[in-house]
Structures are given as C-alpha cells and as structure tokens.
DNA sequence: TTATGTGCAAAACATTTGCAGGAGT
DNA sequence: ACTCCTGCAAATGTTTTGCACATAA
C-alpha cells in the first residue's frame, strides 16, 4: 500500500477534478476516449494523453477502476466496490449486474494455485435488449 | 448456430492447419503475436495478417477461444471447455486455474438482467511465483 | 474453374511518451 | 522557487484491411 507515499505528490489540478467530476457522473463505464469527449465540452484544450495519464494514475491510486473487460479498449469506473459486469456481445456496451460477490472463490483459488491472489472479476457475455430488438427480423430459431 | 452453415466455405490451407497445431501445443495462452512467431519457424513467409485473421475465425466458429483478459493484447487458447484463468498483474502471464465452473450463476444472471446471457468468463489477479521471487529483496511488509 | 485464402504493405486504432512551457503548493 | 503537470505532436504497439496473386475444392 505505496499509494500513501505517492498521494502526497498529486496534485489537484483543474484537469484531475473533471475528468473525475465527469467519470462520475456516468455510469456507462466510457473509455478514455469517450472520457476525452466528456471532458473536452468543460475544457477544450484538454489533450488526450493528459486524460489517459490522469485515469491510470487515478486507477493506480484506487480512487477509479480500470475495467479490463473484452474489446479492444479499456473502461473506467468510477464506482470502486467490487461489482460485476456485463458485456453485449454485439454493440460492445458494458453494464453493471447485480449478482452477490462471490467472496469465497478466492480462498478457493488460491488453494489451487501458487500465485498470490489479489482478486477477481466475473464478466459476462451476453446481448442487450437494443441490439436483441434491432436484430428480430433476422432471427429463425 | 450457423456455424454449421460457415464451415463448408472454410477451406483446410496449410497456414490454417499449423497455426492450429502450434497452438494446440502450449498452454501459455500466446497473443496473436506470439503465435505469428511459433508458426513462422514452420512457414516463414506466413503474414502476420493471416494469423490474425485465422484466429479470428476460428474462434468466431468455436474451434478455439479467444481470450479477452487484462493486458493488452487478445490471447488465444485451443482449449475450448469453460475454464477460468489467472493472470500476473506484473508479468501478464496468464494461466489456467481449476476452479469449479459456476454454471448457476449464469441462471442467477439472467434474472438480474434483460440482456440475453451466453456465457461468464472469471478471471483471478494475482502474482505469479517468479515474479514473487525476483521482487523478494524489495518486500518490506 | 472460381470463390476463398494468402502475403505484403499500408492504414486504422489505441495508447504512450518526449519536451517545452504552465501551474499547484 | 521547485516540482509536478499539461498540451501538443510524434512514436509505439496492436489489429485490420486493400489488393494482386495463389490455391483448395
């Protein structure tokens, strides 16, 4: 737990504040260039490598979380408590599920194994009721 | 299902076969990178955009799985059966875990959700044993 | 024979980084 | 003042794609 030492030396920029104040406010789970959009509208000169910087260092400090779920890019969170995801297979859209975290699969886990366990996350697949609707006409089955 | 209907225009090439083959020789997960360079000690004028693309169907058609873990990169597995992996949060080594499947958390799932569920994939953080080793001289705590 | 697949190279994305000037503390 | 931070732009890394030629069926 290294992040006591590091906080000292970040500071609160204007730049830092939005990006959470705008990550916070939705619950879309936006990569960061979709972060880069939401915050450009408050500041535009904003540059993307500022934003991509500042979500890493947010996420290394544990005030966000970078969601390493299926796609090519990464998402944000700004709600930090374990919870679990799902993913549309077709449109890429991420959303929360509700399902109880599973606590105990880690002690299992690391029973079975000789990695240190640090966590775990559930993904799910799926297809949202947008793309399920705008594919009706397609399917047979 | 309409693989059933992809497979009679999916020709048996030679590049098809070896990547295939070399894939199913590991269990270490490679990237499409890592597997561009198994097969090319095999075919060396292969293109980097034919591994690619390879993988990429035969995934789509279910002889392999695509793995969309941390990191990166995709990785590739000729492994098809539900199975959960692990991954180093310093090396990105990515190795399987026995953990019992959770098949009722997908039913548990759909009825928190209206997306239409196909599938959960768990994935555990952890540190791999080498790494733990080589950062032994730095731990304090 | 002919639709599909391949090699090659360029393009398209996503992310990271070097640097000179700017701003928090 | 002294660092750390930002904007900009270039570099890097990964994946996709266009096209002319090759090849499985």
Redesign the pocket.
């Known amino acids: 737990m290294d992040f006591i030492e590091q906080l000292p030396?970040?500071?609160?920029?204007?730049?830092?504040q939005i990006i959470l104040e705008e990550l916070s406010k939705v619950t879309s789970h936006p990569?960061?260039?979709e972060v880069y959009d939401m915050v450009r509208k408050r500041?535009p000169?904003?540059?993307?490598?500022?934003?991509?910087?500042?979500l890493?260092?947010m996420a290394e400090s544990g005030v966000i979380v970078k969601l390493e779920v299926g796609g090519?890019?990464?998402r944000f969170d700004a709600t930090t408590d374990l919870h679990y995801h799902i993913r549309c297979s077709e449109c890429g859209k991420v959303d929360d599920i509700e399902l109880p975290v599973q606590h105990e699969i880690d002690r299992i886990a690391s029973e079975e194994t000789d990695y240190q366990i640090l966590g775990h996350h559930i993904e799910f697949a799926g297809v949202c009721q947008t793309c399920r609707s705008s594919a009706e006409h397609l399917s047979i089955n």
Do not use: P
């Open positions: 030396k970040m500071r609160l920029t204007t730049q830092r990569t960061a260039g500041l000169r904003i540059g993307l490598g500022t934003v991509y910087r500042n890493e260092l090519t890019q990464k």
